[in-house]
């Protein structure tokens, strides 16, 4: 059973939003850091934005500051990243990620498969 599954990828074009969902499955992870990573074709992985467990202290990739926004709803078990301005470089496959092992920016132990996010005209 996938641990994590993303939602709310899809197309729109250059300087529109999106809101993307990552609830989880299974188990809880109201009291872990969350992070977002996205991975473009022919690159490698990269980080986009993190929260610590409490919510109080964000990270974003310096590509990203100013027009994405990550968030969490505990109750829910869910984060989210609300993608706005969005730009065609910002095309990848979004992946939501549990409970970073060292440093919000790293590895963590838990992903989801991921969601298709095309910026494009």
């Known amino acids: 059973q996938v641990p994590l599954v993303e939602s709310g990828g899809g197309l729109v074009q250059p300087g529109g939003s999106l809101r993307l969902s990552c609830a989880a499955s299974?188990?809880?992870?109201?009291?872990?850091?969350r992070g977002w990573f996205r991975q473009a074709p022919g690159k490698e992985r990269e980080f986009v934005a993190a929260?610590?467990?409490?919510?109080?202290?964000?990270y974003y990739a310096d590509s990203v500051k100013g027009r994405f926004t990550i968030s969490t709803d505990n109750a829910k078990n869910t984060v989210y990243l609300q993608m706005n301005s969005l730009k065609p470089e910002d095309t990848a496959v979004y992946y939501c990620?549990?409970?970073?092992?060292?440093?919000?920016?790293?590895?963590?132990?838990?992903w989801g498969q991921g969601t298709q996010v095309t910026v494009s005209s």
């Open positions: 299974g188990r809880t992870f109201s009291t872990v850091g």
């Open positions: 929260i610590t467990w409490r919510g109080g202290t964000t």
């Open positions: 990620a549990a409970d970073p092992r060292a440093g919000y920016r790293g590895d963590y132990n838990y």
